[in-house]
């Protein structure tokens, strides 16, 4: 699975941006998907993340309620829709994609697939 991140850029607190992640392959439905960023100078966390169905979804603190994960295994991609955004979060976001079950959603090791990264930035 080769997976393409799209959609960053810089944005105002308190807009609003639209993640995209195209995913290759004929098997995106069986995968668990997730959302990862990475702040400068910060070890990269969990965002958000979505079983292979599209029916569970799960998120970090920082950002539910203002974060929403999709998917749309029809065009192979899943969305982060993020709204409120605050400076804090400004980062790189990823994408990956999961053959183990959804209950390992937020545990960064468990992805076998990352996408190259696309850059969030939140100015003041």
């Known amino acids: 699975v080769q997976l393409q991140a799209s959609g960053g850029g810089l944005v105002q607190a308190g807009g609003s941006l639209r993640l995209s992640c195209a995913a290759s392959?004929?098997?995106?439905?069986?995968?668990?998907m997730g959302w990862f960023r990475r702040a400068p100078e910060q070890d990269r966390v969990f965002v958000g993340g979505?079983?292979?169905?599209?029916?569970?979804?799960k998120y970090a603190h920082s950002v539910k309620g203002r974060f929403t994960v999709t998917r749309d295994n029809s065009k192979n991609t899943v969305y982060l829709q993020m709204d409120s955004l605050t400076v804090e979060d400004t980062a790189v976001y990823y994408c990956?994609?999961?053959?183990?079950?959804?209950?390992?959603?937020?545990?960064?090791?468990?992805?076998?697939?990352w996408g190259q990264g696309t850059l969030v930035t939140v100015s003041s």
């Open positions: 990956a994609a999961a053959s183990k079950p959804y209950r390992w959603v937020a545990v960064s090791n468990k992805y076998d697939y």
């Open positions: 392959g004929h098997t995106f439905e069986r995968y668990t």
């Open positions: 979505i079983s292979d169905d599209g029916q569970l979804t």
